[in-house]
């Protein structure tokens, strides 16, 4: 029944006969990589920090233009910390894609550890910390040599800031990554979600897009959307996933 909490067996069935599932999902995806999320209890948005402002300021692009060095050093930080092992989450979801199961894996992350653990078809809508380039010129700067420098990083060809492909609150999603999502989710025979508080828009209205009858949510806590869904799991989704392939 939608929304009712699942069992376990009954999503297994389901898994096993889908040939062309499209995952969607977000921070509660690399948790368990240690990478804290922002709205669970101990996520970032509750944790005591020396900053001076709050967690969304410094993903805001107010920060990015009023405080060049401080924005580029801040992403230094951030792609630093997603220097971790994938999650069972990342793995399992590359082994489906590997077996031809699985088409495309749609992340709010950006943290890159769907790719780390194999996956191909990432779209990252809202892009992530490690493509670097100049919005003047376009250029792209080679990761290292930004995460090796200090402060602002002019771009070699033309002189302006470059930054990280991020989308940052105050942005437009990148266009060609939410559109391919959303023709990934209206094609796929089972549409997983997980790991996200279902509370960032327009992400979170791409579960609008999908129009079938097999639509598994899974979150530690429950999200708006749970009555929604055709199958829902509660708990840690980096052993929930390998548990649905065993
Ligand atoms: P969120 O913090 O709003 O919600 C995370 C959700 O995941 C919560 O509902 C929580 O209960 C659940 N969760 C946490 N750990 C889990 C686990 N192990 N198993 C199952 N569920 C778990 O995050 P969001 O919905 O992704 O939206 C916030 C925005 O923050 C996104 O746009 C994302 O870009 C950004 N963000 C990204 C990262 C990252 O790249 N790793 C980290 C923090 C925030």
């Not at 969607?24 to 101990?42: K, M």
């Not at 060095?69 to 793995?91: I, K, M, N, W």
């Not at 088409?103 to 992350?109: L, R």
């Not at 779209?123 to 493509?131: A, I, P, Q, T, W």
Request: proline residues 7%.
């Amino acid at each position: 029944m939608k929304g009712k909490e699942s069992a376990i067996e009954d999503v297994k069935a389901i898994i096993k006969e889908s040939q062309n599932m499209v995952f969607f999902g977000g921070a509660g995806v690399s948790t368990a990589s240690g990478i804290p999320d922002f709205r669970s209890p101990n996520g970032l948005y509750h944790q005591k920090t020396n900053r001076p402002y709050p967690p969304e300021y410094y993903f805001s692009h107010e920060f990015c233009m009023d405080d060049p060095d401080g924005f580029a050093d801040f992403t230094r930080e951030c792609y630093q910390s997603y220097q971790v092992p994938p999650s069972g989450a990342h793995l399992q979801l590359a082994k489906w894609e590997k077996e031809g199961k699985l088409s495309a894996v749609i992340t709010q992350n950006i943290d890159g550890l769907h790719q780390r653990a194999g996956s191909r078809k990432v779209y990252e809508v809202h892009g992530n910390m490690h493509d670097i380039y100049c919005p003047h010129c376009g250029h792209q700067v080679p990761t290292k040599d930004f995460m090796a420098g200090k402060g602002r990083y002019p771009c070699p060809r033309c002189g302006h800031n470059v930054r990280a492909a991020v989308t940052l609150y105050g942005e437009a999603l990148p266009q060609v990554a939410f559109s391919q999502a959303i023709e990934a989710i209206a094609s796929c025979d089972t549409f997983i979600v997980g790991g996200t508080s279902l509370v960032v828009y327009p992400a979170a209205g791409l579960l609008n897009y999908y129009r079938g009858d097999r639509m598994i949510l899974i979150n530690r806590e429950a999200t708006p959307a749970d009555s929604r869904a055709d199958y829902v799991l509660h708990g840690d989704i980096s052993e929930i996933l390998p548990a649905l392939a065993d």
